[in-house]
């Protein structure tokens, strides 16, 4: 008697790509795919109804992102395999995604043996890059590093109080490190507090004068800290 079938419920919010898959896993003995899920707040639902093995996640999804609902399954269930699926291979993304608990990266366009063999190595446990990926990682640890002024700042904290330094709007930060417009705020919260100030302003002018100042074309100081923004102006 052979092992167990993996059990797979897919989260992406294309109808096509996810018809795809699930017709890509029903072709692949020991794969079987027990739900489907539009978007990160229905996933939380689909695989607490269904238990499955793994999670094919994508990152880009309406409401919640990939990343924010990576995380809260991964609070509730810890065993639980999340294969991220997606066309971001930027440091940011991926460290993103690393950091809430996915153990596989895999960037779309992947052929369907890597899909695949993703899914088998996450089952098992295993952590998986994708070649497109694994190198970008390999620099962004190896990056060197600097100290980080506000010691009492979290690295997502710091991170956002980066790119409020920058001029970015909450929505803007929200989509570019696939996080809710809630959850940035309640970080944005969380750093005037530490900083001592009353509003957002005072925040950006005390990392200022801090040496934070980045100007247009400029990464902020973090991509120097061990990985490459990849974000473009607008």
């Known amino acids: ?5 993996v059990r ?42 269904t ?13 919640i992102s990939g990343v924010e609902a990576t995380s809260r399954l991964l609070t509730d269930q810890p065993d639980l395999g999340v294969l991220v699926l997606t066309m ?11 950091r809430a608990g996915a153990r596989g990266y895999v960037v779309k366009g992947a052929d369907h043996d890597e899909i695949v063999t993703g899914i088998q190595a996450v089952a098992r446990g295993k952590v998986l890059l994708s070649r ?19 010691a009492d700042l979290s690295n997502r904290e710091f991170e956002i109080l980066e790119l409020l330094v920058r001029g970015w709007s ?3 930060i929200a989509a570019h490190l696939f996080l809710s417009p809630k959850t940035v705020r309640n970080n944005v919260s969380a750093v005037l507090t530490k900083l001592g100030v009353a509003s957002r302003l005072e925040a950006v ?30």
């Open 88 to 98: 971001f291979e930027d440091d940011t993304s991926l460290l993103a995604a690393l």
């Open 205 to 234: 002018a005390l990392a200022r004068d801090a040496g934070m100042a980045a100007g247009p074309g400029k990464a902020p100081p973090s991509s120097q800290r061990g990985r490459t923004s990849g974000e473009s102006e607008e």
């Open 8 to 49: 797979v419920v897919i989260c992406d919010d294309h109808s096509v790509y996810r018809r795809g898959l699930k017709d890509l896993f029903d072709e692949v003995d020991g794969i079987v795919v027990v739900g489907e899920a539009s978007d990160g707040e229905s996933a939380l639902g689909v695989v607490h109804d």
């Open 170 to 172: 909450t929505d803007r």
């Open 132 to 150: 497109a990926v694994s190198t970008r990682l390999g620099a962004a640890l190896a990056a060197p590093s600097r100290p980080q002024p506000f």
């Open 1 to 5: 008697m052979g092992p167990p079938d």
């Open 51 to 63: 238990v499955p093995d793994v999670v094919v996640m994508d990152l880009h999804l309406p409401g």
